[in-house]
């Protein structure tokens, strides 16, 4: 059964904390990519990742880090220097950046106390 | 900077309507434009796809059109049903990424 898993579903951070949000993709595709959604917004692209070991910012990588150890993982950690992290995250793989449709997890919803 | 704006942001219509949904952008070099369904609290599925060379694309009752030109994009729904009920949203992929609309959030009322 191929897709897209994020986990967790639901994730509640005190402020000051690092979190990591997980992304897993058994479609063996090479792109990666996360991005932020907040109420009434379009998605707004965080960090991408065309290869292993590779990585890029999007247009609000500010207060995020991610990593590419492995071609099925991408997984993203909101740090304390983000001011305003709670939002639902969606991460999405592609065969490639330019050409393929995106394939989106089920997203997490990440809440600041 | 791609701008992508989607018309109208919300819609409510009577079960068994056909139904348009607008997309429009700025800059018209783009790859591939495409049509995504959200459900609340939930990821994205691709709708239709259509390469920059298309003019549209078809999938059941739902048909897509591309004018690159003029920087529109139209997703006709046909003989909505309830189920239909999501938000739809628009995204452009150029050398910047995907950019995407704000969503049109739909309502067929049964």
């Known amino acids: 059964d191929g897709g897209i898993t994020q986990s967790p579903k639901y994730l509640f951070r005190k402020e000051g904390q690092n979190v990591t949000l997980s992304c897993e993709q058994n479609?063996?595709?090479?792109?990666m990519y996360w991005y932020r959604q907040d109420p009434g917004q379009g998605l707004r692209l965080i960090y991408y990742?065309?290869?292993?070991?590779?990585?890029q910012k999007g247009d609000i990588a500010e207060g995020y880090s991610v990593s590419r150890e492995k071609k099925e993982s991408f997984p993203l950690t909101v740090t304390s220097a983000q001011k305003n992290p709670t939002a639902f995250y969606l991460c999405?793989?592609?065969?490639?950046?330019?050409?393929?449709?995106?394939?989106f997890g089920p997203g997490t919803r990440l809440t600041v106390l | 900077k791609q701008e992508v704006t989607q018309i109208p942001a919300a819609l409510s219509v009577p079960e068994g309507e056909n139904l348009v949904l607008n997309c429009s952008f700025t800059?018209?070099?783009?790859?591939?434009l495409q049509w995504f369904r959200q459900d609340p609290g939930k990821g994205l599925t691709s709708l239709l796809l259509i390469q920059s060379s298309q003019r549209e694309q078809t999938s059941g009752r739902l048909n897509a059109s591309l004018d690159k030109s003029s920087g529109r994009s139209t997703l006709y729904i046909a003989a909505s049903q309830p189920g239909d009920s999501a938000t739809y949203l628009c995204?452009?992929?150029?050398?910047?990424?995907?950019?995407f609309g704000k969503g049109t959030h739909l309502i067929i009322q049964p």
């Open positions: 990742s065309q290869i292993v070991n590779d990585f």
């Open positions: 995204a452009v992929l150029g050398a910047d990424g995907l950019t």
């Open positions: 479609l063996n595709h090479d792109a």
């Open positions: 800059d018209s070099a783009i790859y591939n």
């Open positions: 999405a793989s592609s065969w490639d950046r330019v050409t393929d449709t995106q394939y």
